[in-house]
């Protein structure tokens, strides 16, 4: 692969890539990989950059991070003035070009908040849009329905308005005590106030004292013999408890926290964020990705862009130790660097055990190979962050807050653990089921399955097109489609018939590998016609099955063998799941080429029915407008970048318009003006 260099001589990628790594400053800042088309592939941060951008091209790396380097023909490089810097830069440089080897918070960008807000009558909102517009946000929370929720139990509680325009009269809400109409009567500004630091209150995690003063008006009602308000009271209580119910951690303080946690295995990430609010856990988010650079500079990436749009900030924020990926980064007896020398109202619960010989030892030596590396430490990110957020960033070393990150680093390994299990189980019931079927089918072996599905209406443009299965999952790259050439009509046996002969007698031909199971849509009639084929004129005795679709157009029996017969198979087995997912997927791929090849049929008899359209004319006029449909919506101006002049070009739009071109339409559209 050559590379046009910038004084016009020719070289080598791997030269140039060679003159700049011998140039590059003992500096921090970003470096930005580039591929073979010039194209942003990977943005990373680094403290020392001559370091970290050299080990991409030394040394041996994982699958995932190979993957990457082989496809980096060039780089360029930001310096910047701490590390700090970086981190922003590198955020602002993701969120920008969007590298494909990048973490991406393509979801966590739209988590959904509560909002109140900045109105002279506030309103209580969801929303995942967060603007600088002197509102309350809180949140962020994990889902839609956990937001909804909150916002509905608020609602009850909390008499602030709810109609998005002022109504011109008194609503039901105001009968029920939920609103202050102020549609009516004037409210005070303080009134609205007092309900803002409430809610902030509650969603801070301070529902028990609020619980407490419904519990207090609930008795005052059941005594005044207010039932049906001390009713409402305890409802509004059961659901605060319903709300709040999943706490498994507390701390002494009441201090506000995200405490960050993540695990790696098989190139794959997860990241575990832990929301503490007045002391209490009220909610998790999990995030799991694969990644391709270093496991903690990625990880600071995700940390740094979920912050970079986020306004609800919390106190304090606790992250786990850069130790190496082949450590056990969830037991709480490993050690974890501090950004600082720690105050004691920073170590939560200290009565943890200090750091041992061995432990300061081992954290020494993973900071030095983090910085020999170039990468950003554990210490150096928190730092960086700290400074950039203003809140507290701790990695904390012992105590409480190391336990809470531990857990955090504990959830991301426990749904790492489960996300490759449900894979193996997947991969071992699929291939489960195709030993199954094939023991039902009385095959000794069944490993590979080849599909048919024919497409047509009403004889046009028939398709057929086949899936593979090997060991019961789909093989997409040996999916082949099928024009029909020599079947006139919807004769679906002679289509068969076609499609088996031309499939098979280049699978002699070129060697191809055999298949263990033929499939056909359909029953008695396709199966005779494919096993006619196979034996009488190739020579092939390759089992041949047929599936029969019900009145409702789903998979109701399996037909095998010349006569065919029914295979007893229950429609609640794994074998039966297989050969509907076989069928769904053949007939899926089979009716996209019909549709794609129907609508060139249809783009083309158009085109070629006009007088002057010939097959080059054509060709560049869907190459230039990209589709039918932006022919028809052109202007006569549109045609002349072409060389189409303005009566050619009204006789293409009288056309693809359905008009006449001799019509009096015709005529205006030939005299159009030519638009500016």
Same mark, same amino acid.
Request: contains cysteine; glycine residues 8%.
């Given at each position: 692969?050559?590379?046009?260099?910038?004084?016009?001589?020719?070289?080598?990628?791997?030269?140039?890539?060679?003159?700049?790594?011998?140039?590059?400053?003992?500096?921090?800042?970003?470096?930005?990989?580039?591929?073979?088309?010039?194209?942003?592939?990977?943005?990373?941060?680094?403290?020392?950059?001559?370091?970290?951008?050299?080990?991409?091209?030394?040394?041996?790396?994982?699958?995932?991070?190979?993957?990457?380097?082989?496809?980096?023909?060039?780089?360029?490089?930001?310096?910047?003035?701490?590390?700090?810097?970086?981190?922003?830069?590198?955020?602002?440089?993701?969120?920008?070009?969007?590298?494909?080897?990048?973490?991406?918070?393509?979801?966590?960008?739209?988590?959904?908040?509560?909002?109140?807000?900045?109105?002279?009558?506030?309103?209580?909102?969801?929303?995942?849009?967060?603007?600088?517009?002197?509102?309350?946000?809180?949140?962020?929370?994990?889902?839609?329905?956990?937001?909804?929720?909150?916002?509905?139990?608020?609602?009850?509680?909390?008499?602030?308005?709810?109609?998005?325009?002022?109504?011109? %009269?008194?609503?039901?809400?105001?009968?029920?005590?939920?609103?202050?109409?102020?549609?009516?009567?004037?409210?005070?500004?303080?009134?609205? %106030?007092?309900?803002?630091?409430?809610?902030?209150?509650?969603?801070?995690?301070?529902?028990?004292?609020?619980?407490?003063?419904?519990?207090?008006?609930?008795? %005052?009602?059941?005594?005044?013999?207010?039932?049906?308000?001390?009713?409402?009271?305890?409802?509004?209580?059961?659901?605060?408890?319903?709300?709040?119910?999943?706490?498994?951690?507390?701390?002494?303080?009441?201090?506000?926290?995200?405490?960050?946690?993540?695990?790696?295995?098989?190139?794959?990430?997860?990241?575990?964020?832990?929301?503490?609010?007045?002391?209490?856990?009220?909610?998790?988010?999990?995030?799991?990705?694969?990644?391709?650079?270093?496991?903690?500079?990625?990880?600071?990436?995700?940390?740094?862009?979920?912050?970079?749009?986020?306004?609800?900030?919390?106190?304090?924020?606790?992250?786990?130790?850069?130790?190496?990926?082949?450590?056990?980064?969830?037991?709480?007896?490993?050690?974890?660097?501090?950004?600082?020398?720690?105050?004691?109202?920073?170590?939560?619960?200290?009565?943890?055990?200090?750091?041992?010989?061995?432990?300061?030892?081992?954290?020494?030596?993973?900071?030095?190979?983090?910085?020999?590396?170039?990468?950003?430490? @554990? @210490?150096?990110?928190?730092?960086?962050?700290?400074?950039?957020?203003? =809140?507290?960033?701790?990695?904390?070393?012992?105590?409480?807050?190391?336990?809470?990150?531990?857990?955090?680093?504990?959830?991301?390994?426990?749904?790492?653990?489960?996300?490759?299990?449900?894979?193996?189980?997947?991969?071992?019931?699929?291939?489960?089921?195709?030993?199954?079927?094939?023991?039902?089918?009385?095959?000794?072996?069944?490993?590979?399955?080849?599909?048919?599905?024919?497409?047509?209406?009403?004889?046009?443009?028939?398709?057929?097109?086949?899936?593979?299965?090997?060991?019961?999952?789909?093989?997409?790259?040996?999916?082949?489609?099928?024009?029909?050439?020599?079947?006139?009509?919807?004769?679906?046996?002679?289509?068969?018939?076609?499609?088996?002969?031309?499939?098979?007698?280049? =699978?002699?031909?070129?060697?191809?590998?055999?298949?263990?199971?033929?499939?056909?849509?359909?029953?008695?009639?396709?199966?005779?016609?494919?096993?006619?084929?196979?034996?009488?004129?190739?020579?092939?005795?390759?089992?041949?099955?047929?599936?029969?679709?019900?009145?409702?157009?789903?998979?109701?029996?399996?037909?095998?063998?010349?006569?065919? %017969?029914?295979?007893?198979?229950?429609?609640?087995?794994?074998?039966?799941?297989?050969?509907?997912?076989?069928?769904?997927? =053949?007939?899926?791929?089979?009716?996209?080429?019909?549709?794609?090849?129907?609508?060139?049929?249809?783009?083309?008899?158009?085109?070629?029915?006009?007088?002057?359209?010939?097959?080059?004319?054509?060709?560049?006029?869907?190459?230039?407008?990209?589709?039918?449909?932006?022919?028809?919506?052109?202007?006569?101006?549109?045609?002349?970048?072409?060389?189409?002049?303005?009566?050619?070009?009204?006789?293409?739009?009288?056309?693809?318009?359905?008009?006449?071109?001799?019509?009096?339409?015709?005529?205006?559209?030939?005299?159009?003006?030519?638009?500016?």
């Amino acid at each position: 692969m050559l590379w046009q260099a910038g004084g016009g001589e020719i070289m080598d990628y791997m030269d140039n890539i060679r003159n700049k790594l011998a140039l590059l400053p003992d500096l921090p800042g970003c470096y930005l990989m580039k591929n073979e088309e010039g194209t942003i592939i990977y943005v990373g941060k680094a403290k020392v950059l001559k370091n970290r951008v050299r080990s991409y091209f030394t040394g041996s790396h994982n699958g995932k991070t190979q993957r990457l380097v082989a496809n980096i023909v060039d780089f360029e490089y930001i310096v910047t003035s701490s590390n700090m810097e970086a981190l922003i830069l590198e955020c602002n440089l993701i969120k920008k070009h969007m590298p494909r080897y990048n973490v991406l918070l393509k979801d966590d960008k739209t988590f959904p908040y509560l909002k109140i807000t900045n109105e002279a009558h506030p309103r209580l909102e969801v929303t995942r849009r967060v603007l600088k517009d002197k509102a309350k946000y809180f949140g962020p929370y994990p889902n839609a329905y956990a937001a909804h929720q909150t916002k509905k139990l608020l609602d009850r509680m909390y008499p602030l308005r709810k109609c998005g325009v002022m109504p011109k %009269e008194i609503c039901l809400y105001y009968h029920m005590g939920q609103c202050l109409a102020p549609c009516e009567k004037e409210v005070p500004k303080s009134a609205y %106030e007092e309900i803002t630091q409430s809610i902030a209150g509650f969603l801070g995690g301070g529902h028990e004292a609020i619980k407490k003063d419904l519990q207090k008006k609930m008795q %005052e009602a059941a005594e005044e013999l207010y039932f049906e308000r001390a009713k409402e009271l305890r409802d509004q209580i059961i659901h605060i408890d319903a709300l709040m119910e999943k706490q498994n951690i507390n701390t002494p303080d009441t201090r506000d926290r995200d405490v960050f946690g993540y695990a790696v295995d098989k190139g794959w990430m997860c990241v575990q964020i832990l929301y503490m609010r007045q002391g209490k856990m009220i909610q998790r988010h999990s995030s799991a990705f694969p990644f391709y650079g270093e496991a903690y500079s990625d990880f600071i990436s995700y940390v740094t862009q979920y912050y970079s749009d986020n306004p609800a900030l919390p106190q304090e924020i606790l992250l786990p130790d850069s130790l190496r990926e082949d450590s056990v980064l969830y037991q709480s007896a490993k050690p974890v660097i501090a950004v600082r020398a720690p105050a004691e109202e920073d170590i939560l619960g200290s009565e943890g055990a200090p750091e041992s010989p061995e432990d300061a030892a081992e954290r020494e030596a993973a900071s030095l190979e983090a910085a020999a590396a170039g990468v950003v430490d @554990a @210490a150096g990110g928190a730092a960086a962050l700290q400074e950039w957020l203003g =809140v507290k960033v701790l990695v904390p070393r012992r105590g409480l807050k190391k336990q809470m990150v531990g857990m955090a680093c504990q959830n991301g390994k426990v749904a790492l653990d489960e996300k490759f299990r449900l894979i193996e189980r997947d991969e071992e019931r699929t291939s489960g089921a195709a030993i199954s079927l094939g023991l039902s089918l009385g095959l000794d072996n069944l490993n590979r399955i080849e599909a048919f599905d024919n497409s047509n209406i009403q004889g046009t443009n028939p398709v057929s097109a086949m899936v593979v299965f090997i060991d019961g999952k789909p093989a997409r790259k040996e999916y082949r489609k099928y024009k029909v050439r020599t079947v006139q009509g919807p004769d679906d046996y002679e289509t068969m018939r076609e499609v088996i002969r031309r499939r098979y007698e280049r =699978v002699l031909k070129e060697d191809l590998p055999m298949p263990d199971l033929i499939v056909v849509d359909g029953g008695k009639g396709q199966i005779s016609s494919a096993i006619d084929i196979l034996q009488n004129e190739l020579g092939l005795f390759i089992p041949v099955c047929g599936i029969v679709k019900d009145d409702k157009h789903k998979t109701a029996q399996l037909l095998i063998g010349d006569p065919p %017969e029914p295979v007893a198979l229950g429609r609640d087995s794994q074998e039966f799941y297989l050969l509907q997912r076989i069928q769904d997927e =053949v007939h899926r791929f089979a009716i996209t080429f019909h549709r794609e090849q129907r609508g060139k049929s249809m783009v083309i008899s158009k085109l070629d029915s006009i007088p002057g359209i010939g097959d080059k004319r054509r060709k560049l006029l869907l190459k230039h407008f990209g589709s039918l449909k932006k022919i028809k919506e052109a202007s006569i101006e549109d045609f002349r970048p072409l060389s189409i002049g303005e009566k050619l070009a009204g006789q293409i739009l009288a056309a693809l318009r359905d008009e006449d071109p001799l019509a009096p339409g015709a005529a205006e559209l030939e005299s159009e003006p030519a638009s500016e």
